[in-house]
């Protein structure tokens, strides 16, 4: 599990088959490597990688074809820009930003970003699999970044976020360009609701005022959570 906060950044070079080397290249990246481990986890570019070997600046990691497949470091861009690097969260540890799996939901791709007084906002489309847990102020990790939905457009798919220069300046965010593509990753809450919703199951399970069964999304609506 992640928080979204980016540690550092890397690089990554394809070592053929599925393996790939992550080197540190920022001056922050001693966070990523001072008790870094075999079998550690680390989100690069907001995928959870297993550490197979420590180096001196980097690690040794294997992406699955399913991995490749949904996400942005099966792309050739991967081989030519930043990657974002978050080691797992401890136990203790400060949750700065939400609960981010490390589990890509869907591409996206930047449609603008445009500089303002106090921030970037940046437009994004998203895929099918991932616009259905988008909500206006909700959470939404951008290339394992944690950040806020300001403006939802559901007929579009399209979503705005309001990035803060200090995240600007330390993530990947400032080499995209219109038409980059990133991995997006839903809230994880919004993924059990929806379960819980659509699941079809009969049980219930009885409380003073409702039952599972009835709450349907006219009812969460009603009561402000949708």
Same mark, same amino acid.
């Given at each position: 599990?992640?928080?979204?906060?980016?540690?550092?950044?890397?690089? &990554?070079?394809?070592?053929?088959?599925? *393996?790939?080397?992550?080197?540190?290249?920022?001056?922050?990246?001693?966070?990523? &490597?001072?008790?870094?481990?075999?079998?550690? *986890?680390?989100?690069?570019?907001?995928?959870?990688?297993?550490?197979?070997?420590?180096?001196?600046?980097?690690?040794?990691?294997?992406? *699955?074809?399913?991995?490749?497949?949904?996400?942005?470091?099966?792309?050739?861009?991967?081989?030519?820009?930043?990657?974002?690097?978050?080691?797992?969260?401890?136990?203790?540890?400060?949750?700065?930003?939400?609960?981010? &799996?490390?589990?890509?939901?869907?591409?996206?791709?930047?449609?603008?970003?445009?500089?303002?007084? !106090?921030?970037?906002? &940046?437009?994004?489309?998203? !895929?099918?699999?991932?616009?259905?847990?988008?909500?206006?102020?909700? !959470?939404?990790?951008?290339?394992?970044?944690? $950040?806020?939905?300001?403006?939802?457009?559901?007929?579009?798919?399209?979503?705005?976020?309001?990035?803060?220069? $200090?995240?600007?300046?330390?993530?990947?965010?400032?080499?995209?360009?219109?038409? *980059?593509?990133?991995?997006?990753?839903?809230?994880?809450?919004?993924?059990?609701?929806?379960?819980? $919703?659509?699941?079809?199951?009969?049980?219930?399970?009885?409380?003073?005022?409702?039952?599972?069964?009835?709450?349907?999304?006219?009812?969460?609506?009603?009561?402000?959570?949708?």
């Amino acid at each position: 599990m992640f928080t979204g906060l980016i540690q550092a950044l890397g690089k &990554m070079e394809p070592l053929g088959g599925d *393996s790939w080397q992550i080197t540190c290249v920022s001056h922050s990246g001693e966070v990523i &490597m001072q008790d870094l481990a075999y079998g550690d *986890s680390v989100a690069v570019d907001g995928v959870c990688l297993t550490v197979e070997k420590v180096l001196k600046d980097g690690f040794i990691a294997t992406a *699955s074809p399913e991995t490749l497949r949904r996400t942005t470091l099966g792309g050739e861009q991967t081989q030519q820009r930043y990657v974002n690097l978050e080691a797992s969260l401890r136990v203790g540890g400060k949750v700065g930003g939400h609960f981010v &799996m490390g589990h890509v939901d869907g591409i996206g791709r930047l449609l603008v970003a445009e500089q303002t007084a !106090s921030s970037w906002e &940046m437009s994004f489309i998203a !895929s099918d699999a991932i616009a259905r847990y988008i909500v206006s102020k909700g !959470s939404i990790a951008v290339n394992g970044i944690s $950040l806020t939905v300001a403006a939802y457009d559901p007929e579009l798919s399209q979503f705005k976020v309001a990035v803060i220069p $200090l995240t600007y300046a330390e993530t990947n965010l400032r080499y995209l360009v219109p038409g *980059s593509l990133v991995n997006l990753e839903g809230d994880i809450l919004g993924k059990y609701v929806e379960k819980f $919703l659509y699941s079809g199951n009969p049980n219930t399970i009885a409380t003073d005022e409702t039952s599972i069964d009835s709450i349907t999304p006219a009812f969460l609506a009603e009561h402000g959570y949708l």
